[in-house]
């Protein structure tokens, strides 16, 4: 991979380097991601995000059963401190450590509707990328730092938080350096890849006295957060079962297949099956039964299974069956079953277009929500829960709950044995 190891380079190279550096590919990569999001051509102008009119769906021709529409839903925000807190306008700046895919088409361009982030630094291994990245979003080069010198970003008072969104081995260690640089820190998903890490990322965020939250985007997405809201208050009775599947196709090369850096498809895809189990049930799984697949003939996946199956047994008798796979024509979805009818979300873990359905005995009603930019709506989450000292709603004890369950279904899958959390 070409970006296999982080250079080092000095603030004095960035600065000499700066003069010269040329919006090129990268930079127009950016212009039209920003149009995506914002509607505006200047990358250094964000204009506000303009958001598609509520329009009644035609009838779905997936189910026979009859349909209601019954128009938009207002996003809820039971599930949510931000309601609770006095509104801030001010913005908080953000240092991006990891110029990546994530980075580069969602991250950055989601400061342009945010309305308490503005970007205030990049960390790249690669200075022209990065230099070319500041200029076109108008950042100043010597807010721009190589790994070697983040710790610098302690005499750097306009960054107020590090967003973590490197390969998950170096979340630990960038986010722990965060923490003594006395910044805030929001670290991208899986947590980290054991429980230990986890574990001293928290106690680094307490020894700093610093806030940490993990990228948890689904939770500051209003279609997620009804399904909560309906599960929480049992509209449709207790629930009963949940089923998920998040399978795509992930080709070499890529970080996802490397036992090092990513670990392979449950951390990184299976890890959404995971967490909406637990935030739909509301409780922690006990017990895990899991199968994986790894076809050695491959090259894909000389180290990381190509799939997982799983079921997780939660307290109330809620039983859950997943799936993973980054061998297969992409699907997100989950469906929720309860007493007195079932909710589908499909797609249900990407970054737009999640639909929501409730079936009953009458009929299924698809439900309309105000879409929002999920990117843009936790990093405001995050400025707002620092700038009123709240609690984030996905800290770190979320990020470590969800490696647990990991962990424990990789076990589950080693030995073929029924496996217990916490006992
Ligand atoms: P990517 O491979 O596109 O980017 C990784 C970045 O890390 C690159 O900038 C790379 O240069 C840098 N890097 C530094 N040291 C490296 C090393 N030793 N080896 C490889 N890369 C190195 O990955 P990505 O898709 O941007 O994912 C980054 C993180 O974001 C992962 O933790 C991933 O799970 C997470 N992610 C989250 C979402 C989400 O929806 N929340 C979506 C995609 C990725």
Redesign the pocket.
Known sequence: ??????LSFSRRDFFVAAGAASVGGIASHLVSKQIDYSGAAQPTAPATQALPAITAPPPSAATSAPQEDVGPVEPPNAQSPDAEVPRATKKLGWAIV?????????VLPAFGVAKHARLAALV???QD?ALQVAEAYGLDPKNVYG?EMFDTIEDNPAVDIVY????????AEYTIRGFRAGKHVLC???MAPTTDECTRMIAAAKRAGKKLMV???LRYEPINQKVIEMCRSKELGPLRTFEASHVQVTRAP???L?SK??GGPL??IG?YCINAARYVAGEEPVEVTAMMHQPHDDGNFREVPAGYAFTMRFPSGMLAHCDCHFAAAKSARYRVHCADGYIDVDPA?T?EGLELRVNREAGTTRLQVEPVN??AAEMDHFSLAVMNDTAPLTPGEEGLADVRVIKAIEEAARSGRTVKIGA
Request: charged share 25%; proline share 6%; no cysteine.
């Open positions: 991979m070409s970006d296999a190891k982080p990891g110029l990546g895919k994530l980075a580069l088409e969602e790249s291994g690669h990328k790994y973590v969104i490197l390969p998950n081995s170096m979340h991208e998903k899986p990228a948890y985007r890529n970080i996802r490397s850096l990513a951390g990184d890890i873990f970054y999920q990117f």
